[in-house]
């Protein structure tokens, strides 16, 4: 596993804030899909303090080497670890899958909570035992994701689907562009040809199309999406009830690697959040 070419930079914007008095916690994704999962967090933990990296210049992860994205997901780590994060959050499914190992074991103190494709769930929920998992190429190659379905498939049989494309078209549009309607119409008509019931959402940008996916494929289908489980987890390791508010307002603080204007603009459409977005430069690796 290679390590990071060079010592991650802040832009100058991001001074570092090593004041890690209350519950700080550091979430990351390879571009705007996070802010489904942040979203959770902010439901279950109103004004908890988060700050949020969209590494978008490199979106997608999904169709990177291993290596490629542990390097990248240290830097990440350690960039939040830097702002004072006490607890950081792996928003995506392709970091968590090939690099939460090797964060955890380089900051042993710190906690990570990663987000991994609901296989046990959507087994559960199925009806016909025909399952489907969208996730990007990296995910659903990993060795972490055929493990669970190993464990969990049981009698069901599991439809492992890329979906090339989806993630960028997500992150190009919101719902609205030509091309992720063709997408999402490609993808529903797999999915309606593969007789599945339940659907996962085994990308963290997927889940901003749920309601596009619905329509689709119809009311009957379920999707399943690990956000809210994911929210549960951080209230836990935090030692919060979920549902209890910060004792401090916390805020929310954005870094896009690329147009800090896009997430902000998404930020507002999925969080309906006004915060201001950043430019974060870390070179490499
Ligand atoms: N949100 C990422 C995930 O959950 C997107 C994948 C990608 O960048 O390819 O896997």
Not at 5 to 26: F, K, L
Not at 123 to 129: D, G, L
Not at 213 to 242: C, F, I, M, Y
Request: charged fraction near 15%; proline fraction near 6%.
């Amino acid at each position: 596993m290679t390590a990071p070419s060079a010592a991650p930079r802040a832009a100058p914007s991001a001074a570092p804030n090593t004041a890690n008095t209350a519950a700080h916690i550091g979430v990351f994704d390879s571009g705007i899909g996070g802010l489904s999962v942040l979203r959770a967090v902010q439901q279950q933990l109103p004004g908890v303090r988060l700050t949020y990296i969209a590494d978008s210049q490199h979106t997608p992860w999904g169709e990177r080497g291993t290596a490629w994205v542990a390097a990248r997901c240290q830097q990440l780590a350690g960039w939040l670890i830097d702002q004072g994060a006490s607890l950081v959050l792996v928003a995506c499914n392709t970091g968590t899958t090939q690099a939460i190992t090797t964060l955890r074991a380089r900051w042993p103190a710190t906690p990570f909570v990663g987000v991994e494709p609901g296989i046990k769930p959507a087994v559960a929920a199925s009806r016909n035992q025909r399952v489907a998992v969208l996730a990007s190429a990296g995910t659903l190659r990993s060795a972490r994701l055929q493990l669970l379905v190993h464990a969990h498939a049981g009698r069901a049989k599991v439809l492992q689907l890329p979906c090339p494309g989806l993630a960028e078209a997500i992150e190009a549009g919101g719902a609205d562009t030509g091309a992720l309607q063709q997408q999402l119409d490609s993808v529903a008509a797999v999915l309606r040809a593969a007789d599945v019931d339940t659907v996962v959402l085994g990308c963290t940008h997927y889940p901003l199309v749920a309601d596009a996916l619905r329509q689709r494929l119809g009311q009957a289908v379920v999707l399943v999406d690990t956000a809210d489980a994911v929210a549960r987890r951080v209230a836990s390791l935090l030692g919060k009830a979920p549902g209890a508010a910060a004792a401090r307002p916390g805020g929310l603080r954005l870094f896009s690697t690329a147009d800090p204007a896009a997430l902000q603009a998404a930020a507002r459409r999925w969080l309906g959040s006004a915060a201001a977005a950043q430019a974060l430069v870390l070179h490499g690796p």
